[in-house]
């Protein structure tokens, strides 16, 4: 299971409706793909449709797709948004991974 925070949710939120797209009908597609520094990257976007091998969750209202290859690594990850000064954006807090780089757009497991 995939799970979003409360900031998370609200910046998602925003973020869906200024891109045109319904929560009702949409949902945040996470995904992993080879890259990055560490060997895998994260992979955020929005979707309308699902394909037969998705996991499908739903976490504060939000829906999120989750392909099987990608599944694997992101169980009991828990999507973060931070604001704060040290930079703005969404986090991957991952307990799967056992290496990440700076950035914390790539892991390594």
């Given at each position: 299971m995939v799970k979003i925070s409360e900031t998370a949710q609200i910046q998602l939120s925003q973020l869906m409706q200024q891109a045109g797209f319904d929560a009702q009908n949409a949902y945040v597609r996470v995904s992993v793909s080879s890259g990055g520094c560490s060997g895998l990257s994260y992979n955020l976007d929005f979707d309308t449709t699902l394909k037969a091998e998705d996991k499908v969750f739903e976490d504060k209202?939000?829906?999120?797709?989750?392909?099987?290859?990608?599944?694997?690594?992101?169980?009991?990850?828990?999507?973060?948004?931070?604001?704060?000064?040290?930079?703005?954006?969404?986090?991957?807090?991952?307990?799967?991974?056992?290496?990440?780089?700076g950035c914390g757009e790539s892991f390594a497991v």
């Open positions: 209202g939000i829906k999120i797709a989750v392909d099987k290859k990608s599944f694997f690594y992101l169980i009991g990850t828990t999507l973060e948004y931070s604001g704060g000064l040290n930079g703005k954006g969404f986090l991957f807090n991952n307990p799967n991974a056992s290496r990440t780089c």
